[in-house]
């Protein structure tokens, strides 16, 4: 797939990612094996019928292979974008034996972005209409991805979102660069087309709670509002100006636009040398953003060693094209602040891998008198996120497990509240957007489950 | 939409916006704020409820930046973009005795639900409100309507009596007014003067923060402050803090982080030159 070269990508925000021509797209298409039993669908968490769809292509059947893609997945768009294939479809073709895999996460692209392009109004009919009404706790991937499946089925879906935008972390985290915001506008849109009915500026929690949605008449609950609370390290000088959590320099950029201004009102104040602390996909948007917005340096500060960072190895690789430093087994000490209460600098400790620890990666540990001093006027804290705690507050009898996330069964997604079913980040085992999308749709079969 | 019922002038680069939110009407409280968006490019910026009339609420804004400015264009009939709230907790009005209630300039706006809250939980309620001038002195009419007492500042003496809100607390607290309860809200500087006098006395004072927000529901971290040596944050675990642990050095450099851009912004559109 062709990508915009490193030179020219890092001074606009445009998609890095190019995506395939149709006669490229026939041609990868060609090289499946079309397997009986497909292990490559076995291991899509939503499912989709992968070699029926890519055969369509390989026979330039492209609207008959868009199809086949939506009747599992309402989101192909963004997840020919943002899925980890390579660690799910294209991790189990059996192409891998002799060399490469097909490359399907970019064939659904392919086939998510010929229907953008060349169908207006691609409706599905909803056979049957049914009275149940439910309720959708935010509109990320896992609560729109359940909303879509239950409006298919024919229920009366309403989902609120706390922002005045649809769309959860794909449109304040996923840089514009990665998933076009247009995509996902669209694909929303598809959603509306099958009945989904999406309430901005409403926070489930502060304008209505769980009990007010049940006394009016929702049957069902899906529970999808994320991991919004950015954490923090707890060091000094963390609160200085120019220190900003992911969430923030991400939301600033991608929901608000900050790249655009001063076309757009919402400002951001990056220096000229940044550090961003973290080694997860996160981390490696804010730094590519952060070299967008005008960086002349950007580093990423990461306590354990590269095969140790949980960051998909495309975004790695992308952002070390990019010219953006990785320095491995660092941890920072603190921050230092000049007299306006500005960063110009940070103070780190070298570190060394030990023994396993419970995650099976190894321990990082101190390297006594190893302190060291960087140069940095900005400092991104990219260290993860905790589920946003309005709802949950407002919601007692919800059962939390460990970092105040939602217990749920893995099968149903069902939590301890009759009727309340929850998935994505604000629950226990999710983390990427497919994954969140996964859970959306085991909870919709469920709750269709419980409904009939 | 959020439909705009009116938007005045009610002194000099003050302006009070009457506005439809249903929603955030239904559940508002004092000392409860919304975020509005103007516009599909605007910023999301935080004011604080200062009024909630059935369906309707007021808030009231100084002119300081670019959508402040904005703001004033807005013409009775048309709307706002996007509004959300009530954010943040209510004010904890139970009673407490005699509590104090201070405002500074557009602050001020912002007390009128808080004082009437605490009247109506049985406090004797005693309100120092203060400005750099007459013209900036507002809603004394109608605070005067809800508390108790109510004594006035400006800077050159124009209304009231001369000097600072600070000046009156001290001489009611010198004078043996028994306070149980300051309660603060304005510039960052006289919430840190006020805190700084009740401290030493041990009198419980509050002090609402106007931090930089973005989304106001605990998503960004922005608003995040000291207080009592450990980060909270002004969306969520605020706007009120105990004011004597509130890191008030740390909040006004924070407030400065994005005024060049501000400025910047301001100067291209040739507008508060």
Known sequence: MKKQSPKDRVKNFNEVALGMSEEEAVKEATRCLFCKEPKCSANCPVEIDIPRFIEAIKNKKFDEAIKIVKEKNNLPGVCGRVCPQEDQCEAACVLNAKGKPINIGVLERFAADWELNNITHYTLHITQKRDSKIAVIGSGPAGLTCAGDLARLGYQVIVFEALHTAGGVLVYGIPEFRL????????????????????????????????????????????????????????????????????????????????????????????????????????????????????????IIYRRSEKEMPARQEEIENAKEEGIELHMLTLPKKIIGDDKGFVKAMECVKMELGEPDSSGRRRPITIKGSEFVMDVDTVVVAIGQSPNPVFLKATPELKLGKWDKIEVDPNTQATNVRGVYAGGDATLGDDTVIAAMGAGKRAARAIHNSLT | MFKILSNEKIAPAVFRMDLEAALVAKKAAGGQFVMIRIDEKGERIPLTIADINGKNITIVYQVVGVTTHKLTEKKAGSALEDVVGPLGHATDARKFGTVCCIGGGVGIAELYPVVRAYKNAGNKVIVIIGARNKELVIFKDKLSKVCDEIFVTTDDGSDGEKGFVSNVLKRLMDSGANIDLVYAVGPAVMMKVVADMTRPAGIKTLASLNTVLVDGTGMCGSCRIEVAGETRFACVDGPEFDAHEVNFEEMMARQSLFKDKEAHACKIRGILQ
């Not at chain 1, 926070?203 to 991991?227: P, R, S």
């Not at chain 1, 320099?249 to 001063?262: D, E, G, I, S, V």
Request: proline share 4%; aromatic share 10%.
């Open chain 1, 180 to 299: 076009p915001k247009e995509i996902v506008k669209k694909e929303i849109e598809y959603l509306k087309s099958l009945g989904v009915e999406v309430r901005t500026n409403f926070i489930v929690g502060i304008n209505t709670t769980l009990k007010e949605l049940f006394a009016e008449g929702y049957k069902v609950v899906f529970v999808g509002t994320g991991a919004g609370l950015p954490s923090f390290m707890k060091i000094p000088g963390e609160n200085l100006d120019r220190v900003y959590s992911s969430n923030e320099l991400l939301t600033r950029a991608n929901l608000m636009k900050a790249y655009l201004f001063p076309e757009y009102d919402t400002p951001i104040n990056i220096g000229k040398k940044v550090a961003v602390i973290g080694g997860g996909n996160t981390a490696m948007d804010s730094a590519r953003v952060s070299l967008r917005l005008g960086a002349e340096k950007v580093f």
